[in-house]
């Protein structure tokens, strides 16, 4: 080792990298927030003091059985979408090709509600007091009970979504429900 060497090039790079990972650290530690719920935002003005903007729906104390009138409502539309292709069926005026695409679409229409059954059932699972599932063609509308969302709780929603369904995330909508 030559003499008035302090730090060899390998030992400088290793304090370098140490001082990035504590920058990193502090800057995350900083910009992260626990308590920041989806769904609130604030105004953008000159104001110094934002206020949290609620979104979220409120159900009424007429309401108490909101999710039930939801379930009902939209148990009753799939069994009516159901009826009218089973009636379809029993034409004698159908093609075989026609016929086969009654019967497609009465499978798919069991497992919509085969799917939203279980998630509702996984996500009561994990805590939520009560959901409601509509299943489209095309995307996901969930409704939830709960003052608020969480960052985990809407990750929690849309993972079990994903994993039941192969809807994309860009087409899940989360509605709490107060």
Do not use: H
């Not at 920058?23 to 003005?45: D, H, P």
Request: proline share 2%; charged share 25%; glycine share 6%.
């Amino acid at each position: 080792m030559k003499k008035g060497k302090v730090f060899t090039k390998g030992q400088a790079i290793l304090v370098v990298m140490v001082l990035c990972l504590g920058a990193a650290v502090w800057l995350n530690m900083k910009f992260s927030s626990k308590e920041k719920y989806l769904g609130e935002a604030a105004y953008v003005s000159g104001d110094s003091s934002p206020e949290a903007v609620a979104t979220s729906a409120k159900v009424g104390a007429a309401d108490k059985n909101y999710f039930d009138t939801v379930r009902g409502e939209r148990n009753a539309n799939l069994k009516k979408q159901q009826e009218l292709v089973e009636e379809s069926l029993k034409s004698s005026s159908l093609s075989d090709e026609e016929k086969s695409a009654a019967v497609d679409r009465i499978a798919e229409l069991v497992s919509r509600m085969e799917k939203e059954n279980n998630i509702e059932t996984l996500l009561k699972g994990k805590d939520f007091a009560d959901a409601v599932v509509i299943i489209g063609d095309k995307d996901v509308n969930v409704i939830v009970k709960s003052d608020g969302l969480t960052t985990t709780q809407t990750l929690q929603i849309q993972d079990i979504i994903t994993s039941q369904t192969s809807i994309p995330l860009a087409n899940i909508k989360i509605v709490p429900v107060k």
